[in-house]
């Protein structure tokens, strides 16, 4: 949860304080069990995690104090190939999460105003082009495990 919420707090300013704290009340009873969750760990501590479902990244945080050191690359060449992820949706605010996408092969696909719960957050709805960028090669001491 702890990692969650610093990286919603450093990256999605854009989110309402009370829809933050809604979507954090079932982060952990819904959300969490609902996906195949792997976890990135530098030294045995959790630094990030990405949930999967059906070929969808349906979640992908990183602490805010480790964000830029290559976790949340590693995490998604990790769920791309042993998950065979090649769908997510992002939101259409977040430009830093647009432009990491980007920069690894995922193009829009379509676009939708609001966010899945019906929210004033535009989602974008990505997908991994045929020809794509080498995101397996992300370096960092980060180790991602499949919980």
Known sequence: M?????AVDATHGFVHESHRDEI??????EYLP???LSVAEIGGLPVGFAG??????EMLFVDAARRGDGIGSALLAHVVR?????RVDVNEQNAAAVAFYGRRGFV???RSEVDEAGRPYPLLHLRLSQAQPSASTASTAATPRRR
């Open 108 to 110: 829009v696909a379509g």
């Open 2 to 6: 702890a990692i969650w919420r610093s």
């Open 82 to 86: 042993h998950q065979d992820v090649s």
């Open 24 to 29: 954090e009340a079932h982060l952990a009873s």
């Open 34 to 36: 609902s996906v195949a």
């Open 52 to 57: 999967t479902l059906d070929g969808n990244l």
